[in-house]
């Protein structure tokens, strides 16, 4: 599935939630506090959480977003979900388990509303898993499947695929495959695909067409075609790319 009208979009996609200091949803500075520019109630999407309940995760997002100004109201406290997404003024899907994310916005049937309001121009924030969830589908994620989703198929809010908390570490004596062989084998399975790789303290901001990489570092782009596939072609802060 590929985007096709996405001249309304307004999409703030995180690699992170957390700073190096360990601020949670403070590092994008000027960008969060312009995404959400007269936005009054953030819709909240908790799912990704797992080990911690979606209360606490609701709290701590609140308590964090409440330095721009804005309240978070989450899907899981009201009593109608489906109702809360169709009237949000800005939607926020938390990081977490990808698998368990999809999961439960697709039981929710949460998954064609977002989208529909997301594209409509509603502000949409993800970081880590719901960041993943924002491409075409969440294969690309570097979670565990502790759940099952109905399928793969994701937001599609973009056209590439996303790698959050992408990284080139290998370990000494490490002996399987890296970051970069992990998503190179995705394209080549998946040809008419390509991944942008985000590092931590990285991020995509996407106002219309116009998407640019925001934040710290440069980006692998991994794509079939490219000179290399396993290295990507990087892209540097300020780049704009085509999604």
Same mark, same amino acid.
């Given at each position: 599935? %590929?985007?096709?009208?996405?001249?309304n979009?307004r999409?703030?996609?995180?690699?992170?939630?957390?700073?190096?200091?360990?601020?949670?949803?403070q $590092? @994008?500075?000027?960008?969060?506090?312009?995404?959400?520019?007269?936005? %009054?109630? *953030?819709?909240?999407?908790?799912?990704?959480?797992?080990?911690?309940?979606?209360?606490?995760?609701?709290? $701590?997002?609140?308590?964090?977003?409440?330095?721009?100004?804005?309240?978070?109201?989450?899907?899981?406290?009201?009593?109608?979900?489906? $109702?809360?997404?169709?009237?949000?003024?800005? *939607?926020?899907?938390?990081?977490?388990?990808?698998? $368990?994310?999809?999961?439960?916005?697709?039981r929710?049937g949460?998954?064609?509303? *977002?989208?529909?309001?997301?594209?409509s121009?509603?502000?949409?924030?993800?970081?880590?898993?719901?960041?993943?969830?924002?491409?075409?589908t969440?294969?690309?994620t570097?979670?565990?499947?502790? @759940?099952?989703?109905?399928?793969?198929?994701?937001?599609?809010?973009?056209?590439?695929?996303?790698?959050?908390?992408?990284?080139?570490?290998?370990?000494? !004596?490490?002996?399987?495959?890296?970051?970069?062989?992990?998503?190179?084998?995705?394209?080549?399975?998946?040809? @008419? &695909?390509?991944?942008?790789?985000?590092?931590?303290?990285?991020?995509? %901001?996407?106002?219309?067409? &116009?998407?640019v990489?925001?934040?710290l570092?440069?980006?692998?782009?991994f794509?079939?075609?490219?000179?290399d596939?396993?290295?990507?072609?990087?892209?540097?802060? !300020?780049?704009?790319?085509?999604?």
């Amino acid at each position: 599935m %590929r985007v096709v009208d996405n001249s309304n979009r307004r999409l703030l996609l995180l690699s992170n939630s957390r700073d190096e200091s360990g601020r949670f949803l403070q $590092h @994008t500075g000027s960008d969060l506090a312009a995404h959400f520019a007269g936005v %009054r109630k *953030i819709t909240f999407v908790p799912f990704a959480a797992v080990t911690i309940g979606w209360d606490a995760y609701t709290q $701590h997002v609140r308590d964090a977003l409440r330095t721009f100004g804005v309240e978070v109201e989450s899907v899981h406290e009201v009593g109608d979900a489906r $109702h809360a997404i169709d009237n949000a003024e800005a *939607i926020a899907v938390g990081g977490g388990n990808t698998f $368990h994310l999809l999961a439960h916005v697709q039981r929710a049937g949460l998954l064609p509303l *977002i989208r529909a309001r997301a594209m409509s121009g509603v502000p949409y924030l993800g970081w880590s898993a719901g960041s993943v969830i924002a491409a075409p589908t969440m294969q690309t994620t570097n979670d565990m499947p502790i @759940t099952q989703p109905e399928s793969f198929t994701s937001l599609a809010l973009i056209g590439f695929q996303i790698n959050a908390h992408f990284t080139d570490t290998h370990p000494p !004596g490490f002996q399987g495959e890296t970051r970069r062989q992990r998503l190179a084998e995705y394209v080549v399975a998946n040809p @008419t &695909s390509s991944v942008i790789g985000l590092p931590e303290g990285t991020w995509l %901001r996407v106002n219309g067409s &116009s998407v640019v990489l925001r934040g710290l570092y440069d980006a692998p782009h991994f794509r079939l075609g490219a000179p290399d596939v396993l290295l990507g072609r990087d892209i540097e802060i !300020g780049d704009k790319l085509e999604a």
